[in-house]
Every structure is written in C-alpha cells, then in structure tokens.
T-cell receptor, first 114, second 114 residues
Framework: KQEVTQIPAALSVPEGENLVLNCSFTDSAIYNLQWFRQDPGKGLTSLLL?????REQTSGRLNASLDKSSGRSTLYIAASQPGDSATYLC?????????????FGAGTTVTVRA | DTEVTQTPKHLVMGMTNKKSLKCEQHMGHRAMYWYKQKAKKPPELMFVYSYEKLSINESVPSRFSPECPNSSLLNLHLHALQPEDSALYLC?????????????FGPGTRLLVL
C-alpha cells in the first residue's frame, strides 16, 4: 500500500521567506507526483506534475524536485507572499492495478505573515 | 479553458431528501471523477468514469449514485444520506484515465446532512 506523508503539518513564515514543503512516499514504483494547492473550503488547484523520469519541474516562483529512489519530493516557493497561504497537498500515481488512484498526503497548511 | 464547474456550491439536506450534485467540464476530457473530502483530511476517490462508463466504484454505499449523461457532464445523486456523509464533494476530470494525465479539480460542493 502506498503511504504518502507530508511534514510539517503546518508552517508559518514571514513574508519574503522561502518555503520548503516536504513529501515522502513509501513505494517508489510511481508514474508521477503532483502538487496541489487548496484554499479553505475550496477545490484543488494543480501546481506541478512531475513524471517519474523527471527530476524537477518549475513554474514561476514554484520549483518541485523528485527523488524517486529515496521516495521524496520537495516543493520550493520562493519569496513567499500572504497570497501563498493555503494547504499544499502532494499526490502520487502508483504503478500497478491501482494506477487510476491518486494517493494523497494529508497536506501542509502554510501561513505567510505580512 | 481548464475549468471544472460544480453546482451547487453549498447544499443542506435532511436524511430523507433526494438531491443531486452536478459537475461540468468543456475541455474534451473523457475521464471524470468524484471525490469526498472530510475536514482536514485528503480527498478520497469515490467513482471514476471513462468514456461515459463507470469504470471504478471504490466500494461506495448505494445511497450515492453517479451518472454520466454525456461526455461533459457528471452527476452524483444522493438519497437517504447520513450525517457522517457531510463533506466537501469534489469533481475532477482528465484527458483520459492514463496515470500520466493531470487531474483538474472543481471548486467542490459543501454538503451538510442534518
């Protein structure tokens, strides 16, 4: 069974500081890993999708790395802003009979203080 | 346009009511999903539709009944729900059910069962 862990569960930083969010997974046989953002009571917004053959993906201030062999991904958000306050979830697509499923972590709730 | 829309935004229903949730996408995606998300938990997959046919039912109770009338529309019919069914119901779509595809989520319907 694929287990996805996100540590810390919550993070509070002053505006301008860089954010580092961690995601680990137990089964390295994955197709890809996806990072999502969720605002309170809202749906999920896809931020970055990293295929298993890739090491990183970048979009604007966001950079996500993937180390499949060690079962880890890191999401970096440069120069954080109050608008970055949200819950960030990572999810993996595991190879095998359950490959239709996204296995989610519990998320890291980020607060950026003005 | 990468938008998935869901209606209604909020729904309150009694345990004897029948109601429906609606999800729509116009991206030409042939895979659509229903997820359930309890507070401070990650989303849990309920159903997967591929080319308008139900392909996955994650052992969801029969009081939840999905329907895919056409390739753009996905409904979730609710009947005789329990208070523990109160949650955020999220719809998502992707080009196909292939694990390489990004899933795009709607804003969700917040359901309260009294």
């Amino acid at each position: 069974k694929q287990e996805v862990t996100q540590i810390p569960a919550a993070l509070s930083v002053p505006e301008g500081e860089n954010l580092v969010l961690n995601c680990s997974f137990t089964d390295s046989a994955i197709y890809n890993l996806q990072w999502f953002r969720q605002d309170p009571g809202k749906g999920l917004t896809s931020l970055l999708l990293i295929q298993s053959s890739q090491r990183e993906q970048t979009s604007g201030r966001l950079n996500a790395s993937l180390d499949k062999s060690s079962g880890r991904s890191t999401l970096y958000i440069a120069a954080s802003q109050p608008g970055d306050s949200a819950t960030y979830l990572c999810a993996v697509r595991r190879r095998g009979s359950n490959d239709y499923k996204l296995s989610f972590g519990a998320g890291t709730t980020v607060t950026v203080r003005a | 346009d990468t938008e998935v829309t869901q209606t209604p935004k909020h729904l309150v229903m009694g345990m004897t009511n029948k109601k429906s949730l609606k999800c729509e996408q116009h991206m030409g995606h042939r895979a659509m999903y229903w997820y359930k998300q309890k507070a401070k938990k990650p989303p849990e997959l309920m159903f997967v539709y591929s080319y308008e046919k139900l392909s996955i039912n994650e052992s969801v109770p029969s009081r939840f009944s999905p329907e895919c009338p056409n390739s753009s529309l996905l409904n979730l019919h609710l009947h005789a729900l329990q208070p523990e069914d109160s949650a955020l119901y999220l719809c998502a779509s992707s080009q196909e059910t292939s694990p390489q595809e990004t899933q795009y989520f709607g804003p969700g319907t917040r359901l309260l069962v009294l």
